[in-house]
């Protein structure tokens, strides 16, 4: 063997204390083992040797004073040889080709150890996970990329797996290794580009991460594990090795729950912020708190489903979570995955659906996360043309790329199916399918047929939907889709994006924008409040009013009514009872249901002492009323996406600023007429015209004295009685008192 200190890599002969090498050991190989260069350590480290009964044992562990394997007994077995000062050892000792063995270590501060040796393990991935995750066909890499816990050989600890294709060595690091990326080099699949190490001794609890080195020898800031079940909680940024949770079992009562022609309200909620320990440190509330208090909450208030803003693990609070960095991990702030685990299945037993805000369309650029993973464009487009949204200084998914499409669509299955939830708000959808969204021209690149449409996004949208529909046929998904696309909400096979649900982004604004204007002006506006009936079944519509509305100087959904107090209470009243009356299904942001104030604050509680008022109060009373008759009644549900279920009888009375309309369900014959006045004028003998002999009972009268209102009753009794004098085209009428900016339910009883 020639001199090492001849070697290329110049050795120092003070570094290199012997030179008997074994056969097809090279002093290259340790040196670039010992300076974590080497790009595959299984070929160096481990056991080595054809001989039946004779191996070579090789380890790497700096600090470490001597090394003796043993046998599966603890019988020792022969010391290993120093044969480089930053501790390369290597021996030959009676070993067969697959019997198991340790490392006893003693270190140089003077403690012993024993150890696995994690370089005697075989392969992590399967073949056919391999050839799966190399198609981009896997539906579940969550299985078998991040950290799982396991055992191999008989033994526990931890298999680590993540893609990193370009890098030229990936190495687990963490509290096990003193966050050395010299001591766990993994092994390249180079099939599908995945790096692979099993880790023996490692335990659900520890903290780790990556450290990737690139093509051209750069080491890169620690990276956090793309699949991680668990984080540490900001400002920290290490990955901890959770428990992948057992999947949930399909529950034909959660899919009835979900179904279009079921009565969908959603709570839309922060977290951080619906509620918070005032009386320690203003302290968010951890998941059993939230389990044992929002649940029952959304419950007595007569909402169906709870919808969480995004809970994947995000390092700045400012983002709401829509700038996450953990897709899989639910944020620490409010405990461990499992407490999550178990806020879901409080919502269950309590009859209440849970769906999570998903965030596909862009990740944040901090250094721990996805950007320039291993050394390249990885996740993102490289063309910040593509790759980049200037709104929120954020990357953008390569959607291109098979391996990217299937770590989002795996992460969507993982929450459904693994945790239970009902469905998935997906996010910013309209950024996802457009190229030159918020961007000026030649800040876009055109698909490959000249096109602004995003092709690759449209692509994954539809196979992220099938990969549901099939897998997870109880659960739903709901697009934020601000734009006139078409077809969001109607399956693939008919040529849409799948989804179940598309937020009316458009009712949401315009009505808005009417219930602003002074009630003066309104019957010059009349057709804000009701064009949203023109379109409104060409999707199956959620109606939202968003935590997007009352932040950022918008003011909250009380104070952009106009008037006095009052004025203001009363038009966030017929605002709520025209909302529940219209077609489509209910989302409404936390504290709207009370009138809250002040503008929506992320970092501290909802206003709830407002319920001290009289007139909060009566909000909140109006909104669980509003659920409990809206769940009751089919008509105001069953038929939401399908013009047989609704009906207008004057939509044209601007005069008055009155709008009136039939629900319906399945059951024709059953039906609720639904009658607003949005002026604080009392109209008196308001005729109006209803398609049915019989008497008319008085369901819901937002203007009650319970609510807050001023207790204009309709007529001297609760019921009216139908005449045979045809009015608004119908063939019947009543005549009734209409109360001042008040919503009035009536229900046809025969």
Known sequence: MSNPCQNPINLSPTRLLHSEWSDMLHPKDVASICNASHHDPFSVLGPHGAAAKRRSVRCFLPGAAKVTVLDARGAPLGVLTLQHVDGFFEGMVNLGQSDPYTLHVNWASGLEDTLDDPYRFPLVLGEMDVWLLGEGTHLRPFEVLGAQA??????????????????????????????????????????????????????????????????????????????????????????????????????????????????????????????RVAEDGNRWL??????????????????????????????????????????????????????????????????????LDWVPAHFPSDAHGLANFDGTQLYEYADPREGFHNDWNTLIYNLGRTEVRNFLVGNALYWL???????????????????????????????????????????FLKRMNEVVGVERPQAITLAEESTAYPAVSRPTYAGGLGFHYKWNMGWMHDTLAYMARDPIYRKHHQGEVTFSLVYAFNENFVLPISHDEVVHGKGSLLT????????????????????????????????????????????????????????????????RDLNLIYRATPALYQQDFVPEGFEWIDHDDSLHSVLSFVRRGKDSTRFMVVVCNFTPNVWHDYRLGVPQAGNYRQVLNTDAGCYGGSDVAISTTDTLLATDQSWHGKPHSVVLTMPPLATVFLEWTA
Not at 158 to 184: E, I, M, T, Y
Not at 425 to 453: C, H, Q, T
Request: aromatic letters at 10%; a neutral charge.
């Open 417 to 459: 199916e693994r945790y239970g939830v009902d469905g998935l708000r997906v996010d910013a959808v309209a950024s996802m399918l457009y190229r030159d969204y918020s961007r000026k021209a030649g800040e876009w690149i055109p698909n490959v047929f000249g096109g602004r449409e995003n092709l690759e996004a449209i692509d």
């Open 286 to 355: 951890d998941w059993d708190e939230l389990a044992s208090t929002l649940v029952p909450y959304a419950q007595d208030m007569g909402f169906t489903h709870i919808e969480l803003m995004p809970v994947s693990e995000h390092p700045f609070d400012g983002s709401w979570g829509y700038q996450p960095i953990g897709l899989y991990a639910p944020t620490s702030r409010f405990g461990d995955a499992a407490g999550f685990g178990r806020l879901v299945a409080r919502c269950h037993a309590a009859n209440i659906g849970l769906i």
């Open 560 to 623: 952009k009514m106009p008037g006095d107090r009052w004025q203001q209470l009363a038009n966030v009243r017929v605002f709520l009872g025209y909302m529940f009356g219209h077609p489509g299904k209910k989302l409404l942001f936390m504290g709207c249901e009370f009138a809250q104030e002040r503008e929506w604050n992320h970092d501290q509680s909802l206003d709830w002492h407002l319920l001290e008022q009289p007139a909060h109060a009566g909000v909140q009373r109006l909104v």
């Open 150 to 275: 396991s055992s191999m050989l008989g033994v526990d600890g931890v298999r680590f797996a993540v893609w990193a294709p370009n890098a030229s060595r990936v190495s687990v690091v963490g509290d096990f290794n003193l966050w050395d990326g010299r001591r766990h080099p993994m092994r390249l699949r180079r099939e599908c580009g995945v790096w692979e190490l099993f880790l023996p001794g490692v335990q659900v609890g520890a903290r780790y991460k990556y450290e990737v080195r690139t093509q051209n020898g750069s080491v890169l800031p620690q990276r956090a594990d793309p699949y991680a079940l668990q984080s540490e909680l900001r400002p920290a940024t290490a990955s901890v090795v959770g428990q992948l949770p057992a999947s949930q079992p399909a529950s034909v009562q959660r899919k009835e729950a979900n179904a279009l022609d079921a009565p969908v309200s959603i709570y839309e909620v922060h977290l951080g912020s619906w509620r």
